[in-house]
Nanobody, 124 residues
Framework: VQLQASGGGLVQAGGSLRLSCVAS????????MGWFRQAPGKERDLVGV????????NYAESAKGRFTINRDNAKNTVYLQMNSLKPEDTAVYYC??????????????????WGQGTLVTVSS
């Protein structure tokens, strides 16, 4: 199984970025996908998750109204659209996959597969 995240970079506050995560080696449509982030010196926190068919998505409070997760099961890809970025959004962003949809979505320990992370830096 491999998850390849991309799309990070340097952006000014108020700007937008779109992250992508391409999955291989798994039956993508069977996996709930999550986006997490980890800022320097902080724990890895959930940004949001999307259901297997893309019909529902849930977000951390910090992401609500600014971030959107969607997926294309035909392309084995999940996206994180980030708008109105703030300096506090600066972090390494990770995609993660799990088939355990009964587990707590916010807990990173419930995701067995992880991408390598992509750095997002938001300047003020």
């Amino acid at each position: 199984v491999q998850l390849q995240a991309s799309g990070g970079g340097l952006v000014q506050a108020g700007g937008s970025l779109r992250l992508s995560c391409v999955a291989s080696g798994l039956n993508f449509r069977n996996y709930r996908m999550g986006w997490f982030r980890q800022a320097p010196g902080k724990e890895r926190d959930l940004v949001g998750v999307i259901s297997q068919n893309g019909g529902s998505a849930n977000y951390a409070e910090s992401a609500k109204g600014r971030f959107t997760i969607n997926r294309d099961n035909a392309k084995n890809t999940v996206y994180l659209q980030m708008n109105s970025l703030k300096p506090e959004d600066t972090a390494v962003y990770y995609c993660a996959a799990t088939t355990d949809v009964l587990s707590a979505a916010y807990s990173s320990s419930n995701y067995p597969y992880w991408g390598q992370g992509t750095l997002v830096t938001v300047s003020s």
